[in-house]
């Protein structure tokens, strides 16, 4: 029974180059929601969506960050022409919605030159 | 004044000492209370998973809750080296499309001397 995927792993960009993470649940889960940890900073939650629709999206920066989950294949975070700021580690959690408890993936490590 | 309060540390214990560790919360709403370790630079794994006031405990670890004073807490039996990692506390609510955003403590750092 896999786990949360994600990938890449790690990820280099150039400033103003497009990041995409992708991010594949735990079989049966369709609860998707993504977090931010910068360095020596707790995570901080971005967005909460369910298949095809962003439930809460409160925590997405209003500009150059987007979010989906579609019917098939796995949701997908985009960054639009990344800053430096946006270096960080993206995690993925999901959930299968019947209770509380949420399962992390491995992240994926942006370095933005 | 955050959300959830948690003791950075750094908290370092001999190897076979009994660890706690503690967050506490502001928001009534919240029903939902984990603990997840994190090793560095790898993903937060669900240690923890509790959601009633009292205590439930699997294997070395005993996860608390209060809710009357909002205070949670995680204790570790017989600390082994390989339960050096952050700890951090996360809780969430509930609502009609499904269970809301954790939001997370600053996390712990636990080192076990050997």
């Known amino acids: 029974n896999a786990g949360v995927m994600q990938n890449p792993r790690h990820l280099v960009r150039r400033r103003g180059q497009e990041a995409r993470l992708r991010c594949s649940p735990m079989?049966?889960?369709?609860?998707v929601y993504w977090y931010r940890q910068l360095p020596e900073e707790g995570l901080k939650f971005m967005v909460y969506?369910?298949?095809?629709?962003?439930?809460?999206e409160s925590g997405m920066p209003k500009e150059r960050f987007s979010a989906e989950f579609p019917k098939e294949g796995p949701s997908i975070l985009r960054i639009q022409q990344v800053v430096r700021g946006d270096s960080a580690a993206y995690f993925c959690?999901?959930?299968?919605?019947?209770?509380?408890?949420?399962?992390f993936g491995p992240g994926t490590r942006l370095t933005v030159l | 004044q955050k959300e959830v309060e948690q003791d950075p540390g750094p908290l370092s214990v001999p190897e076979g000492a009994i660890v706690s560790l503690n967050c506490t919360y502001s928001?009534?709403?919240?029903?939902?209370f984990m603990w997840y370790r994190q090793y560095s630079r790898k993903g937060p794994e669900l240690l923890m998973y509790?959601?009633?006031?009292g205590n439930k405990e699997d294997g070395r670890f005993t996860a608390q809750v209060d809710k009357s004073s909002k205070y949670i807490s995680l204790f570790i039996r017989d600390s082994q080296p390989s339960d050096s990692a952050t700890y951090l506390c996360?809780?969430?609510?509930?609502?009609?499309?499904?269970?809301?955003?954790?939001?997370f403590g600053t996390g712990t750092r636990l080192t076990i001397i050997p």
């Open positions: 959690a999901s959930s299968p919605g019947t209770s509380g408890e949420q399962f």
């Open positions: 079989k049966g889960h369709s609860h």
């Open positions: 969506l369910q298949k095809e629709n962003i439930i809460d």
């Open positions: 928001n009534s709403a919240f029903q939902y």
């Open positions: 509790t959601y009633s006031s």
């Open positions: 996360a809780m969430n609510g509930r609502t009609n499309f499904g269970n809301e955003k954790l939001t």
